[in-house]
């Protein structure tokens, strides 16, 4: 199955969590993975894992390149595409 990609830039509210992304991702089978760059080295992590995003440290204004893989990757992308463009 092919994977889709899509760069997304973050827009997070101060309500917005951590616990609440994971919250989302875990109801979808795909896996889904941000890369982003930092100071010209990329970043992999699986977004079901909650240290990974700690580590990750995003914030408003970054661009992410967000990958999807599986059979809900479509439903997967949509929704995670929402939550950082709330």
Same mark, same amino acid.
């Given at each position: 199955? *092919?994977?889709?990609?899509?760069?997304?830039?973050?827009?997070?509210?101060?309500?917005?969590?951590?616990? *609440? #992304?994971?919250?989302?991702?875990?109801?979808?089978?795909?896996?889904? #993975?941000?890369?982003?760059?930092?100071q010209?080295?990329?970043?992999?992590?699986?977004?079901?894992?909650?240290?990974?995003?700690?580590n990750?440290?995003?914030?408003?204004?970054?661009?992410? #390149? #967000? *990958?999807?893989?599986?059979?809900?990757r479509?439903?997967?992308?949509?929704?995670? *595409?929402?939550?950082?463009?709330?």
């Open positions: 199955m *092919e994977a889709i990609q899509k760069n997304v830039t973050v827009h997070l509210d101060e309500n917005q969590t951590i616990v *609440e #992304l994971s919250g989302i991702v875990q109801s979808y089978d795909a896996e889904i #993975l941000i890369k982003k760059d930092v010209g080295s990329w970043y992999e992590i699986n977004l079901k894992s909650i240290l990974g995003l700690i990750l440290q995003l914030k408003n204004g970054d661009v992410i #390149l #967000l *990958e999807s893989k599986g059979k809900d479509q439903q997967a992308m949509e929704a995670i *595409e929402s939550y950082f463009s709330k």
